[in-house]
């Protein structure tokens, strides 16, 4: 899962929607400006 991560805030509610945990958030790509969710 990529997630746009210029409202980092709204990332976060995303993952928590789709039962992500904390933990499982792989890095933010630097300079790519997303978020990739690792599964764990």
């Known amino acids: 899962i990529l997630l746009d991560s210029d409202d980092v805030d709204r990332s976060l509610e995303v ?12 890095r933010i ?6 978020v990739r969710v690792v599964e764990g």
């Open 15 to 26: 993952l928590k929607e789709v039962g992500e945990k904390p933990f499982l958030v792989g």
């Open 29 to 34: 790509l630097s300079g790519e400006g997303r």
